[in-house]
């Protein structure tokens, strides 16, 4: 494939609003050892995007500095050692930073073909969303067939890919959303029981449902005063993992919980994992999820979709109430 030399992006001016997102230009990347290149035909915006602009969530070292942890397009060059991928080829790719751009770096292990019957921008909306949730709720929380699980924030990213995977694989699944209408979006999805925490306490809801059992495994990305009600909410033996913290990082709970009921609490990030942890995850995802995402039985649940040059605006539209993710698409080249 013929590549241009200079390539539109969308940088940061500094830290701070959706304003200092700004177009620019820089040179086309070239990939080295066990890299690709990817012609970007679509970007997923996310949470970890709006921390980056604000400055408390900076990229790994190495990784370009502007925003975009997921992109899908077509493979535009090979770097020296990679025999998995082809020109041309359909890919899906989790970032470390830069898919706000036209061409984007990603490892080869960690791209991931099309599923058949996607097109770009539904390609673009899965890599950071279904890899988070496949290791955190399946491999770290271990959620199985007939177990509850209970996630926060059922209307995010996250919490759409989350109630749709663990209802396909015969979980029980809560959630807690902030409004009806949000709870109806996520009993579209499967979710069994919605809470609007808005309304009524998430731990009571809990106790009251599946005969007081309480969640086998809880997605947290609240944290804050959530992680003791977590503790609360959850069955004997449960499983809770956190993935984030919009109500903060700090949190005081009862350890008594924790030993009677033998609890286990953990979490993770993704972004500073090594290549061969990331290349692990996809080809498990992969094994695992293609099949229910190329049957139509899982998807991903886009809202809305910006030109790059827009992606303050797609920041902004973040920061309001949305219901499942936000794509950016390139400029007309």
Known sequence: MSLPTRMKLVGLDGHGGPEVLVPREAEVPRPGPGQILIEVHAAGVNRPDLLQRQGVYPPP?????WPGLEVSGLVAALGEGVTTWALGD???????????????????????????????PEAAAIPETFLTVWHNVFQRGGLREGETFLVHGGTSGIGTTAIQLAHAFGAHVATTVGSPDK???????GADLAIDYRQEDFVAAMHGWRE???????????????????????????????IAFLRGNKAEIDLNLVMQKRLHLT?????ARDHAFKAALAADLQHHVWPLLEAGRVKPLIEATYPLHEAAEAHRHMERDHIGKIVLLPDAR
């Open 61 to 65: 070292t190495g990784a370009p500095d």
């Open 90 to 120: 359909a890919v899906m790719a989790l970032l470390p930073g830069g898919g706000y751009a036209e061409y984007a770096l990603a490892d080869a292990g960690s791209a991931l073909p099309v599923p058949a019957g996607l097109g770009f």
């Open 183 to 189: 709870a109806e979006a996520a009993r579209r999805l």
């Open 212 to 242: 007081g059992r309480g969640a086998d495994v809880t997605l947290d990305m609240v944290g804050g005063d959530y992680a003791n009600r977590n503790l609360k909410a959850a069955a004997p033996d449960g499983r809770i993992v956190q």
């Open 267 to 271: 979490g993770s990030t993704l972004r």
